[in-house]
């Protein structure tokens, strides 16, 4: 049913931002949760934040807050992730995922049932 597809990704400096975009298609639902996942080599994917449709709760992963700010644009079915802060370890493959009935206070990957390819990401100097 739903596509979902990322961009924005690429190099950036250490202290630098990125805003990477998901671009949702297809058969939508009037309530789900957009999540963002990164994946760095040879780690587990983890959700680093998430965002309501319908009501734009968000939850950010420890790693995220203060430094990402995620929003949505329902109209144009989009969802963003602004990065300010840039680290190295926040180097990885990003992933945008939809999810229906998500447990709430948390990302598991098992409630996500729509996947984006992925977008690389990559801070180094």
């Known amino acids: 049913q739903l596509q979902l597809a990322e961009s924005g990704g690429g190099l950036v400096q250490p202290g630098g931002s990125l805003r990477l975009s998901c671009d949702i298609s297809?058969?939508?639902?009037?309530?789900?949760?957009i999540g963002w996942f990164r994946q760095g080599s040879g780690k587990a994917r983890d959700g680093v934040s998430c965002i309501s449709n319908r009501d734009g709760t968000t939850y950010y992963a420890d790693s995220a807050k203060g430094r990402f700010t995620i929003s949505r644009d329902n109209a144009k079915k989009m969802v963003y992730l602004q990065m300010n802060s840039l680290k190295p370890e926040d180097t990885g493959i990003y992933y945008c995922a939809a999810a229906f009935r998500p447990t709430q206070g948390t990302m598991l990957l098992r409630d996500y049932s729509y996947w984006g390819q992925g977008i690389e990401v990559t801070v180094s100097s």
């Open positions: 297809g058969f939508t639902l009037d309530s789900y949760n």
